[in-house]
């Protein structure tokens, strides 16, 4: 067996001027060929980097892509730590060129990482976080009035933390990365990896997404990201915290900026500006670059364009986005339908299950969501067909609608209604369901020009099923 050190097999070391820390860093190979980074510090930092590195070795576990740790000792230099050699390129320096579609989407896979190293608990001696942060806060706006600086608006701010901090009661802890923005993430081959655990820490996981430093955000990755980290919408608990966590980070930034220089001072009054307006003066926790549903925008043709659209707002001529139409029957020929609510367009009208896709779903993926979202009803993939596609400009916007057709058992019971969005469902037949639409309680053929083409065509497979039963009989 080979014991040799891999620390002692480096044929090559190039030195590396990046990072805060004061370690020393190499981009170095041996003799194999195998590149790594090595980093040395000085010996008094031995407990702390031997944290770091066992708490990265429980992080790649995890399936996370990183910079993943290879080894760790001591050498005449202090404490060195080997990690996996990342051939990319850092993440902020490519975000901008690529497009909407793919920043938003490189948003949600950093999110998605985020949540896996939120799996990894905190310890359970670990402090109560409502008095580790209650505490934290005292202490940054005590040190705030006494700096001899004010923003314009810190009122609002401090009446929010005032006003909020009953959002720090009973929080989870858990260990955090510490310092996951974006200049810690590099894409390799189209991978987005993260890495620079030094600040690691354990406390609430949703301090982790403070902003107060970006200054100009980017709202295609920012949006992607907690989408990804909530795998759909975040709460609106989140949000309240969100805006507290960004605020009471704020103060301290700003006192550390009074003792940098006017010209520092300057930059991080702009950016309380900012922030300010980010969330209204703090009468909306939902910050003002965070992006409502986005849809993919699709050519002429319906082919995807690369850029986004936030539903609500105009769509540029010639520009589409896609619509599903999910019509589910059973064995009998009856079909799923639901009611719409009173609060949408075509209030209280029956309809089948539809909507837009969201950004980086595909048609089917889309069809299953809608079902289950609005019914609560899960359908198999394997029963779905596309019936046809067709485009058309409804509502000043132009679409490509996707009908969908499924063949499954529904069970009454198994309807979960969404509110806001449907307020009733039910098993219809093509009769029942003519007749609503001849009574003005089903939407019409204007809006689903193929139903009877559709209700044909269940009928022909229908006959056909029957037929062939009778041939086996």
Same mark, same amino acid.
């Given at each position: 067996?080979?014991?040799?050190?891999?620390?002692?097999?480096?044929?090559?070391?190039?030195?590396?001027?990046?990072?805060?820390?004061?370690?020393?860093?190499?981009?170095?190979?041996?003799?194999?060929?195998?590149?790594?980074?090595?980093?040395?510090?000085?010996?008094?930092?031995?407990?702390?980097?031997?944290?770091?590195?066992?708490?990265?070795?429980?992080?790649?576990?995890?399936?996370?892509?990183?910079?993943?740790?290879?080894?760790?000792?001591?050498?005449?230099?202090?404490?060195?730590?080997?990690?996996?050699?990342?051939?990319?390129?850092?993440?902020?320096?490519?975000?901008?060129?690529?497009?909407?579609?793919?920043?938003?989407?490189?948003?949600?896979?950093?999110?998605?990482?985020?949540?896996?190293?939120?799996?990894?608990?905190?310890?359970?001696?670990?402090?109560?976080?409502?008095?580790?942060?209650?505490?934290?806060?005292?202490?940054?706006?005590?040190?705030?009035?006494?700096?001899?600086?004010?923003?314009?608006?810190?009122?609002? %701010? +401090?009446?929010?933390?005032?006003?909020?901090?009953?959002? !720090?009661?009973? =929080?989870?802890?858990?260990? *955090?990365?510490? &310092? /996951?923005?974006?200049?810690?993430?590099?894409?390799?081959?189209?991978?987005?990896?993260?890495?620079?655990?030094?600040?690691?820490?354990?406390?609430?996981?949703?301090?982790?997404?403070?902003?107060?430093?970006?200054?100009?955000?980017?709202?295609?990755?920012?949006?992607?990201?907690?989408?990804?980290?909530?795998?759909?919408?975040?709460?609106?608990?989140?949000?309240?915290?969100?805006?507290?966590?960004?605020?009471?980070?704020?103060?301290?930034?700003?006192?550390?900026?009074?003792?940098?220089?006017?010209?520092?001072?300057?930059?991080?009054?702009?950016?309380?500006?900012?922030?300010?307006?980010?969330?209204?003066?703090?009468?909306?926790?939902?910050?003002?670059?965070?992006?409502?549903?986005?849809?993919? %925008? +699709?050519?002429?043709?319906?082919?995807?364009?690369?850029? !986004?659209?936030? =539903?609500?707002?105009?769509? *540029?001529?010639? &520009? /589409?986005?896609?619509?599903?139409?999910?019509?589910?029957?059973?064995?009998?020929?009856?079909?799923?339908?639901?009611?719409?609510?009173?609060?949408?367009?075509?209030?209280?009208?029956?309809?089948?299950?539809?909507?837009?896709?969201?950004?980086?779903?595909?048609?089917?993926?889309?069809?299953?969501?809608?079902?289950?979202?609005?019914?609560?009803?899960?359908?198999?993939?394997?029963?779905?067909?596309?019936?046809?596609?067709?485009?058309?400009?409804?509502?000043?916007?132009?679409?490509?609608?996707?009908?969908?057709?499924?063949?499954?058992?529904?069970?009454?019971?198994?309807?979960?209604?969404?509110?806001?969005?449907?307020?009733?469902?039910?098993?219809?037949?093509?009769?029942?369901?003519?007749?609503?639409?001849?009574?003005?309680?089903?939407?019409?053929?204007?809006?689903?020009?193929?139903?009877?083409?559709?209700?044909?065509?269940? &009928?022909?497979?229908?006959?056909?099923?029957?037929?062939?039963?009778?041939?086996?009989?």
């Amino acid at each position: 067996m080979n014991d040799i050190k891999k620390f002692d097999a480096i044929a090559k070391k190039e030195p590396i001027d990046k990072g805060w820390s004061g370690d020393k860093k190499f981009r170095v190979e041996t003799a194999d060929g195998q590149r790594m980074l090595l980093r040395i510090s000085d010996i008094s930092k031995y407990d702390r980097r031997k944290s770091e590195y066992d708490i990265m070795k429980r992080i790649a576990a995890l399936g996370v892509p990183m910079c993943e740790p290879i080894e760790f000792g001591t050498c005449d230099d202090g404490v060195y730590s080997l990690q996996s050699w990342i051939d990319g390129k850092d993440l902020p320096d490519v975000l901008f060129d690529l497009s909407e579609a793919e920043q938003y989407e490189l948003g949600v896979k950093s999110g998605e990482i985020l949540r896996k190293i939120h799996t990894i608990p905190a310890p359970e001696t670990q402090e109560e976080w409502a008095v580790v942060f209650n505490g934290y806060t005292d202490a940054i706006i005590q040190k705030y009035k006494e700096c001899g600086v004010r923003f314009a608006g810190d009122d609002y %701010v +401090l009446a929010y933390i005032e006003q909020n901090r009953r959002l !720090l009661e009973n =929080r989870p802890q858990c260990l *955090k990365h510490g &310092d /996951y923005f974006m200049n810690n993430m590099m894409l390799e081959h189209g991978e987005l990896k993260v890495i620079d655990f030094e600040s690691y820490s354990f406390g609430d996981p949703w301090i982790e997404f403070f902003h107060v430093r970006l200054g100009a955000v980017n709202p295609y990755f920012l949006t992607g990201q907690l989408r990804g980290y909530f795998n759909g919408e975040p709460p609106m608990e989140f949000f309240k915290l969100y805006a507290f966590y960004n605020v009471s980070c704020l103060l301290p930034v700003i006192c550390h900026a009074v003792s940098h220089g006017q010209d520092e001072t300057d930059k991080v009054m702009k950016q309380s500006q900012d922030i300010l307006e980010w969330f209204d003066n703090m009468s909306n926790p939902v910050p003002s670059w965070y992006l409502k549903e986005l849809w993919d %925008v +699709l050519d002429e043709n319906g082919n995807q364009t690369g850029r !986004l659209h936030e =539903r609500g707002k105009p769509m *540029k001529q010639d &520009d /589409y986005h896609l619509v599903v139409h999910v019509w589910v029957i059973n064995g009998s020929g009856e079909f799923l339908i639901s009611k719409r609510t009173p609060n949408k367009i075509f209030p209280d009208m029956w309809e089948c299950t539809g909507g837009s896709a969201v950004a980086g779903d595909d048609s089917l993926t889309s069809a299953l969501k809608e079902v289950k979202e609005e019914l609560g009803i899960a359908l198999d993939p394997e029963n779905g067909q596309l019936f046809r596609r067709y485009k058309r400009n409804f509502f000043e916007s132009g679409d490509f609608v996707d009908v969908w057709l499924f063949r499954q058992e529904i069970n009454s019971a198994d309807i979960v209604l969404q509110p806001d969005e449907t307020c009733d469902a039910m098993l219809a037949d093509k009769e029942v369901i003519n007749q609503m639409i001849t009574d003005g309680n089903f939407i019409g053929r204007e809006l689903f020009p193929y139903i009877d083409e559709l209700f044909e065509f269940c &009928d022909e497979r229908r006959a056909k099923n029957e037929q062939a039963k009778n041939d086996i009989v």
